[in-house]
């Protein structure tokens, strides 16, 4: 089973990094790092990841992943790699994203129609691209199977792992990565956070989603 995350500058390290550690760990899982050229890339925070092989050259992968991050506004154009995604997302099984990856499927067309989530301070965009808004911090539309602000990629991934493997599987491989959240606040969604930080991070939401 082919699994392509797509990597690209100043993207999120966690948007990619908690879905590969979940899905990399099903049956006969093939992952394959692509972006526009193999060779190092750098995160929004400035770690170095690789890619393994050009997104061109991937053309057939039955999972997709789509991570967010400060460089997703650099992908919004339409061009080669939303050519890509459209292509893969014919013929794949799953299509899925993580944060602002969802931004991107979106300008791809992928999205028209269909219920769909991202970080909460990104959702409403999503209705730029003909998509339905949903404030779930994992939302399956189909086959595609998008999730909220990074660390919900870890609960995507399991989610997939669900549908792909089964129950006993996904629960198993959440065992092995000991994946129990439990933060020392219930600040991680805006209806529960305090208002100073809602507000705060409103008013840096340009720079917070832009890296500005």
């Known amino acids: 089973m082919k699994i392509a995350i797509l990597l690209y500058e100043r993207m999120t390290a966690l948007d990619a ?4 550690d979940v899905l990399s760990r099903l049956p006969g899982a093939e992952v394959s790092l692509v972006g526009f050229e193999p060779g190092p890339i750098r995160t929004e925070v400035g770690l170095g990841l690789v890619v393994d092989e050009r997104f061109v050259d991937v053309t057939r992968p039955e999972v997709l992943v789509i991570p967010g991050g400060f460089g997703q506004v650099d992908l919004m154009e339409d061009g080669a790699l939303h050519e890509w995604i459209r292509d893969v997302h014919d013929h794949s099984t799953w299509t899925t994203s993580v944060c602002t990856g969802s931004l991107i499927l979106g300008a791809a067309g ?9 970080h909460w301070l990104a ?43 089964g129950d006993e599987v996904a629960q198993t491989i959440q065992l092995g990565i000991e994946y129990d959240p439990d933060p020392p606040f219930d600040a991680g969604s805006p209806s529960k956070a305090p208002e100073f930080a809602v507000e705060f991070l409103r008013s840096q939401s340009r720079f917070v989603l832009e890296g500005r």
């Open 17 to 20: 990094i908690g879905p590969l």
């Open 110 to 118: 992928i999205l028209q129609g269909r219920k769909a989530t991202s």
């Open 123 to 165: 959702l409403e965009q999503l209705r730029d691209w003909g998509a339905e808004p949903v404030a779930q911090r994992v939302v399956e539309d189909g086959k595609l199977i998008t999730a909220a602000g990074v660390s919900a990629g870890i609960d995507m991934g399991l989610t997939l792992a669900a549908r792909i493997a």
